[in-house]
């Protein structure tokens, strides 16, 4: 059982410190296990260079304006930047002007590795490079550390906002999963289960308006006017809050945790035995 204290500690937890993905390139690195966002902005992408499209015409900027929020680590975001340079380059040749120069700014938590993408760099240059004749576009790409849960760029500086599988993270351990004396209403689970109560459900709905309603309104401040934004996040089909395509990890990993948990306490209660005999 989680005393009052302690739950106050996870309450008050500090995500953008502590919350990130595996930096590196090991094999448990999010650069090694991000093929399937991969695949699934993939699968939308003629949407995003769609849009994309239309505010260049729209627009013609001189400099193009673009953040990918939640960038995390590895060659996706990298992947995306190609794409999109090469969509825009594509939509000038049709115009017959010249194609703008890029702004591109890399945005994720603080404790993100960003350095795993800029080494990655020369050889995304590289790979750009490949096939042209009239040399590299203007291309300035910068990380941009923080919460997307508040404002991050100066006004009317972003033409193209995208983000994918990050929005489905909440800025914060809703308050609501905890009762008056400090408890844990959802106990026995780490996520919404088919035992959880109503409140809890009611607890993550709550958080995410909070923090989505945030989000839409730092980027309407940013964006300039006929700015678009591209957002990719996780889902349900139904009204049904317990997702039976996505509830079976946690389960897993539910049980996972409550097996160490007890495997922990289990050690600690021998070790003070041996010490009393």
Known sequence: MITSTRAKRNQNMDVEKVFRMTGGT??????????????????????????????????????????????????????????????????????????????????????????????????????????????????????????????????????????????HWLSKVPPSLYDKQGKPINRGSVHISASSPPLVSQAYYAQFQEDFSLFLRSRSEELTAGGRMVLIMLGRIGPDHVDRGNSFYWELLSRSLTILATQILLNFCRGRLKGKT
């Not at 505010?55 to 990298?78: E, H, R, T």
């Not at 890029?102 to 993408?117: G, K």
């Not at 203007?138 to 599988?165: E, M």
């Open 26 to 167: 090991g094999d448990n690195s999010y650069a090694k296990n991000s093929s399937y966002q991969k695949k699934v902005s993939d699968m939308v992408k003629h949407i995003t260079m769609d849009a994309l499209q239309q505010v260049y015409l729209a627009l013609a900027p001189k400099s193009l304006g673009i953040a990918d929020l939640g960038c995390s680590s590895g060659s996706n975001s990298l992947s995306i930047i190609k794409d999109i340079v090469e969509s825009v380059e594509a939509a000038s040749c049709k115009i017959m002007i010249p194609a703008p120069e890029f702004r591109v700014y890399l945005n994720d938590l603080p404790t993100n590795d960003f350095n795993s993408i800029f080494k990655s760099l020369p050889d995304f240059y590289r790979d750009l490079n490949k096939e042209r004749s009239g040399g590299l576009p203007l291309l300035f790409i910068a990380g941009y550390p923080g919460s997307f849960y508040g404002r991050l760029f100066p006004n009317d500086c972003l033409h193209f906002v995208h983000s994918s599988y990050s929005l």
